[in-house]
């Protein structure tokens, strides 16, 4: 949980809004966590730049920079990224409705 932690506050460190986590645990085999947020793509670079820096990412795993929706791979938690127009369009907050929110 502190990953998660680490990850939100840089979120709100770059000014990000609706951030969301969900707990993914035993549901994915690939990852425990995933966080949301939108953000612009200064907001976007800027995230992934604190990452680095924190060694939260263990190396280059980010996937649509500059497109509206940018996927961050950080080990077990992916962050989603995406800009407002993107969020509404593939509506990722009601795809997850299922699944565990953790608290922020």
Same mark, same amino acid.
């Given at each position: #949980?502190?990953?998660?932690? =680490? $990850? ?5 460190? *770059?000014?990000? !809004?609706?951030?969301?986590? %969900? =707990?993914?645990? @035993?549901?994915?085999? %690939?990852?425990?966590?995933? !966080?949301?947020?939108? *953000?612009?793509?200064?907001?976007? *670079? ?6 680095? +820096?924190?060694?939260? #990412? =263990? ?6 920079? @500059? ?8 080990? @077990?938690? !992916? *962050?989603?990224?995406? =800009?407002? +127009?993107?969020?509404?369009?593939? @509506?990722?907050? +009601?795809?997850?409705?299922? $699944? ?5």
């Amino acid at each position: #949980m502190k990953k998660i932690k =680490d $990850i939100v506050e840089i979120l709100n460190k *770059v000014n990000a !809004i609706d951030i969301k986590a %969900f =707990d993914y645990e @035993n549901k994915s085999p %690939f990852f425990d966590y995933v !966080i949301i947020a939108t *953000v612009s793509g200064r907001q976007s *670079v800027a995230t992934i730049n604190y990452l680095k +820096e924190e060694n939260l #990412m =263990d190396t280059e795993r980010v996937e649509g920079r @500059n497109t509206g929706w940018t996927l961050i791979d950080t080990g @077990n938690v !992916i *962050v989603h990224l995406f =800009d407002d +127009e993107h969020r509404k369009y593939y @509506n990722f907050d +009601e795809r997850l409705l299922g $699944i565990k929110k953790i608290e922020l």
